[in-house]
């Protein structure tokens, strides 16, 4: 497409999409999907009911075979995708440092950054507070793949260096799997404070870190078998997403407490 997008006005929708990376072998199938503006909307199922290629999707990376994506009142194949991916800050599970400093890696993703946003994506994603440790703070080199950098350092830099986009859409795919409990914690504090401003889409395993997911979509075999936020999926007697809290210790009683801590 040619129209150069600049910001999301009302929502993303995924009209009926079905979509195989090869014939007869459906990933998706009949999905029917609303990210609101300004909201956190959470993709959770097992491994393998196609919640990566949603974001594939989303990214442009893919077209589906049938349906439509809106963004707004436009379909997504109508807009420039440089123009799309530079409104979107991605988080994986396993975040690429490059061998050069903090700061080399944070202006990767903006260039054109100053150290005032520099510094204000660092607080936002808790990374100052480690960062302000180190003797050469910003200029301190990561090593390769960010090996001198703990797993709970490289996520929240990772998270820094998607900020500084400024993105319309954040996107955090399984960003939390890897972590520990105290660098989890820290992460999902910057997301809580992050979703204020940003429209969020996040894949999780941990169901423990979408609590206060807007709406969450429980996919299975390709299709969104449920949905709804956290205490209402709670509620399905005989649903998945209740089962796999269960499993998770994040049942009824469980989340009271969680949430009177």
């Known amino acids: 497409g040619s129209v150069q997008f600049s910001k999301l006005a009302d929502q993303i929708v995924f009209d009926k999409i079905e979509f195989g990376y090869s014939k007869n072998e459906p990933v998706i199938q009949q999905l029917n999907l609303i990210i609101p503006k300004g909201k956190m ?3 959770v199922g097992k491994s393998g009911t196609g919640k990566t290629t949603v974001i594939d999707l989303l990214m442009g990376f893919f077209v589906p075979d049938k349906g439509k994506i809106f963004i707004d009142s436009r379909e997504l194949s109508e807009f420039d995708l440089n123009s799309w991916r530079r409104k979107i800050g991605f988080v994986p599970q396993d975040a690429f440092l490059f061998h050069q400093t903090i700061r080399d890696n944070l202006l ?6 100053s150290e005032q946003e520099i510094q204000a994506a660092c607080v936002a994603a808790h990374a100052s507070e480690f960062i302000d440790k180190l003797p050469e703070k ?3 080199m990561v090593g390769d793949r960010g090996i001198r950098l703990s797993g709970g350092q490289r996520q929240r830099i990772a998270l820094a260096r998607a900020l500084l986009r400024k993105p319309e859409i954040l996107i955090m795919d399984e960003a939390t799997s890897a972590l520990d409990s105290h660098s989890e914690k820290l992460i999902q504090k910057a997301i809580e404070e992050v979703s204020k401003y940003t429209t969020i889409v996040s894949i999780a395993h941990r169901l423990s870190t979408i609590q206060n997911a807007d709406i ?13 936020n956290f205490e209402n999926l709670l509620q399905m007697d005989s649903g998945i997403f209740k089962k796999t809290a269960e499993l998770q210790g994040l049942g009824g009683d469980e989340l009271v407490i969680n949430e009177q801590r």
């Open 41 to 43: 909307i959470a993709i």
């Open 108 to 113: 990767w993703s903006n260039s054109d950054a």
């Open 138 to 140: 910003l200029d301190t």
């Open 216 to 228: 969450i979509y429980v996919m299975d075999k390709g299709k969104i078998i449920e949905s709804g």
